[in-house]
Antibody, heavy 117, light 107 residues
Framework: QVQLMESGPGLVQPSETLSLTCTVS????????VHWVRQPPGKGLEWMGV???????DYNSALKSRLSISRDTSKNQVFLKMNSLQSEDTTTYYC???????????WGQGVMVTVSS | DIQMTQSPASLSASLGETVSIECLAS??????LAWYQQKPGKSPQLLIY???SLQDGVPSRFSGSESGTQYSLEINSLQPEDEGDYFCQQSYKFPPTFGAGTKLELK
């Protein structure tokens, strides 16, 4: 069945780089787009970026200068890297599959990242 | 970016009641609107896409409609498991944007 699972450090130092991995199963990264979405505690959802099935990427313009998304199709993994982390980047990060048309039908369980020294 | 104005911010209703949540788009999004439910500590789940299409496995008491740039999620015959947060999301233009959310509590 379709599954996505985020992994990464729970704590990152300010100004450091965050590296997260989204490992997927039950579908092919070359057939579906995978998005990254984040959610501060008790707040709404913010779209971060997308790895298109064809291998290209798009980013939220507010994060574009700090954000990079890549993938390894042989390992069924999508990677997120974001540099210069600050306290406002303390949030839960999700990866989500796009069933088509930008509708996210499967989500990972999320990984909570705290930016603190 | 397209702004999604969601209302109400919170809602309290009784079992068996019918409730409605609204999202107003800042411009025409041509039915490219999805609704998600999120329970505490869990990831969002897709309920409705393309404004009124029910996602597989979602109970039929959930329905979506639209009128111009106003989109609505209606939940009929409220059940205990319907408690949670609800978000709308437009996918017509990049970047995808979400409403601020509605917290639904059962009395």
């Amino acid at each position: 069945q379709v599954q996505l699972m985020e992994s990464g450090p729970g704590l990152v130092q300010p100004s450091e780089t965050l590296s997260l991995t989204c490992t997927v199963s039950g579908f092919s990264l070359t057939s579906y787009n995978v998005h990254w979405v984040r959610q501060p505690p008790g707040k709404g959802l913010e779209w971060m970026g997308v790895m298109w099935s064809g291998g290209s990427t798009d980013y939220n313009s507010a994060l574009k200068s700090r954000l990079s998304i890549s993938r390894d199709t042989s390992k069924n993994q999508v990677f997120l890297k974001m540099n210069s982390l600050q306290s406002e980047d303390t949030t839960t990060y999700y990866c989500a599959r796009d069933k088509g048309g930008g509708n996210f039908d499967y989500w990972g369980q999320g990984v909570m990242v705290t930016v603190s020294s | 970016d397209i702004q999604m104005t969601q209302s109400p911010a919170s809602l309290s209703a009784s079992l068996g009641e019918t409730v409605s949540i609204e999202c107003l788009a800042s411009e025409d999004i041509y039915s490219n609107l999805a609704w998600y439910q999120q329970k505490p500590g869990k990831s969002p789940q897709l309920l409705i896409y393309y404004a009124s299409s029910l996602q597989d496995g979602v109970p039929s008491r959930f329905s979506g409609s639209e009128s111009g740039t106003q989109y609505s999620l209606e939940i009929n015959s409220l059940q205990p498991e319907d408690e949670g947060d609800y978000f709308c999301q437009q996918s017509y233009k990049f970047p995808p944007t979400f409403g601020a959310g509605t917290k639904l509590e059962l009395k």
